[in-house]
């Protein structure tokens, strides 16, 4: 059985690293990486579930400037892997 690794670009520093139908994320619980994830996400109810935690956690101040999700980074990578297939 393959590993199937998702296309989701890390620590991307900039808008200009952002392609065209993508946002920038930052998730983790303590240390934060910022990924850069389809908008097409954002309407995934596996997707809506981590930012109704977002919201429990910052409301709509998000401490790094950007959306911010509460999760480990594993989970984040799982989750974002299901939704690609």
Known sequence: MAIHMPRIIKKSST????????????????????????????????????LSQAEEEFG???????LTIPCKEDVFINLTSRLRN
């Open 15 to 50: 808008t200009k690293d952002v392609p065209k139908g993508h946002c920038a994320v930052y998730v983790g619980e303590e240390q934060k990486k910022r990924f850069v994830i389809p908008i097409s996400f954002l309407s995934q109810p596996l997707f809506q579930d981590l």
């Open 60 to 66: 709509f101040n998000h401490p790094m400037g950007g």
